[in-house]
């Protein structure tokens, strides 16, 4: 069936590292988005992708990178240089911009 | 700058009740504005859609409403149940900037059977 898929639900991650968080959609949607989420606080855009091989920096980009290689993927990478990792992270898509986003379950990421 | 703000942050209401959640936001520069619910350590559900020139949507027992000239809009949910217990985020979508969805923290709403 359809819909986004992110994985993994868990990830934990030592100092220095970097990890890949996966997005993947098969609603053949053009925007991809990835957010963060800390308690208490609203979601925060990282980055987002409006179609293939092209992404924009979003509010909270620094220490995170991106690429959008294939319309269906939308890879989140959380580099040594992003000093407090740990929160939950959410993808999302959508046909265009301005029509309805639709979520994945999240990946919840510990530095440990 | 769009800034989105939800009152209550939670609401405890008891199960039959009807109840209404608020979102404003500043800036009426907007595409549209999209309700959600979210379960404990889950993504987010897209409950309703509404477009900047619509002025409600309507999906079984919950109605959401847009005054954007106000800057506001209101979910209301008929007949509380207890699997309505989640949090509701609101969130818009800007015509400027990077088009992307500004979200408010939430509102945690707790239906007690």
């Known amino acids: 069936d359809g819909g986004i898929t992110q994985s993994p639900k868990y990830l934990f991650r030592k100092e220095g590292q970097n990890v890949t968080l996966s997005c993947e959609q098969n609603?053949?949607?053009?925007?991809m988005y990835w957010y963060r989420q800390d308690p208490g606080q609203g979601l925060r855009l990282i980055y987002y992708?409006?179609?293939?091989?092209?992404?924009q920096k979003g509010d909270i980009a620094e220490g995170y990178s991106v690429s959008r290689e294939k319309k269906e993927s939308f890879p989140l990478t959380v580099t040594s240089a992003q000093k407090n990792p740990t929160a939950f992270y959410l993808c999302?898509?959508?046909?265009?911009?301005?029509?309805?986003?639709?979520f994945g379950q999240g990946t919840r990421l510990t530095v440990v | 700058k769009q800034e989105v703000t939800q009152i209550p942050a939670a609401l405890s209401v008891p199960e039959g009740e009807n109840l209404v959640l608020n979102c404003s936001f500043t800036?009426?520069?907007?595409?549209?504005l999209q309700w959600f619910r979210q379960d404990p350590g889950k993504g987010l559900t897209s409950l309703l859609l509404?477009?900047?020139?619509?002025r409600e949507q309507t999906s079984g027992r919950l109605n959401a409403s847009l005054d954007k000239s106000s800057g506001r809009s209101t979910l209301y949910i008929a007949a509380s149940q207890p699997g309505d217990s989640a949090t509701y985020l609101c969130?818009?979508?800007?015509?400027?900037?990077?088009?992307?969805?500004?979200f408010g923290a939430g509102t945690r709403l707790t239906v007690k059977p």
């Open positions: 999302a898509s959508s046909q265009t911009v301005n029509t309805e986003a639709f």
């Open positions: 609603l053949n949607h053009d925007a």
């Open positions: 992708s409006q179609i293939v091989n092209d992404f």
């Open positions: 800036d009426s520069a907007i595409y549209n």
């Open positions: 509404i477009q900047s020139s619509q």
């Open positions: 969130a818009v979508k800007r015509l400027s900037g990077n088009n992307d969805m500004r």
